[in-house]
């Protein structure tokens, strides 16, 4: 029956709420938006190095800051393309993770993609302005955090 198929689905989701808030809990989700996986080592070691207010000079993995502040540039192009996209979307998702390509070499060819889209909620579903609202939030913190980087490096 339809109400067998709407408690079914409300069971899901109350499970998967569960999951996603022990996932959060102890991260960075529910203060910024956005967590990172575990096994993130590569960003948090960049994190420092851009924190550290190194010298012009200084090179992370063979690179100077204003190159990665230049190829970060552009990934932040693209993050702010999506949430302007995502802004007016009848869909929102619980979450979805973000793929940056960040190319020192050719700083002009990094960019960001959202990928691995989890939970689609469209408009007019119970809920929706609650997801879209967190989803809306979760993009604007990560650009936020990008933003922080770029002027760490001093970009």
């Not at 102890?26 to 993130?40: D, V």
């Not at 800051?65 to 693209?78: H, K, N, Q, T």
């Not at 579903?125 to 990560?142: A, C, M, P, R, S």
Request: hydrophobic share 35%; proline share 4%.
């Amino acid at each position: 029956s339809e109400d067998a198929e709407d408690n079914k689905k409300k069971s899901r989701f109350s499970f998967k709420g569960v999951q996603h808030q022990l996932l959060d809990s102890g991260s960075t989700s529910e203060k910024h938006g956005f967590r990172f996986e575990s096994k993130q080592d590569w960003i948090k070691r960049f994190e420092a190095f851009c924190n550290s207010h190194p010298p012009r000079s200084a090179l992370f993995e063979g690179y100077t800051p204003a190159v990665w502040s230049e190829a970060l540039g552009r990934v932040m192009i693209d993050l702010e393309a999506i949430r302007l996209k995502m802004s007016t979307a009848d869909i929102a998702f619980v979450g979805s993770s973000a793929l940056l390509i960040i190319s020192p070499e050719d700083p002009a060819a990094s960019k960001a993609r959202m990928i691995d889209f989890a939970h689609p909620w469209r408009k007019g579903q119970q809920d929706y302005e609650t997801i879209w609202t967190n989803y809306i939030k979760g993009l604007v913190g990560f650009n936020s955090f990008v933003r922080g980087l770029v002027t760490s490096l001093g970009g």
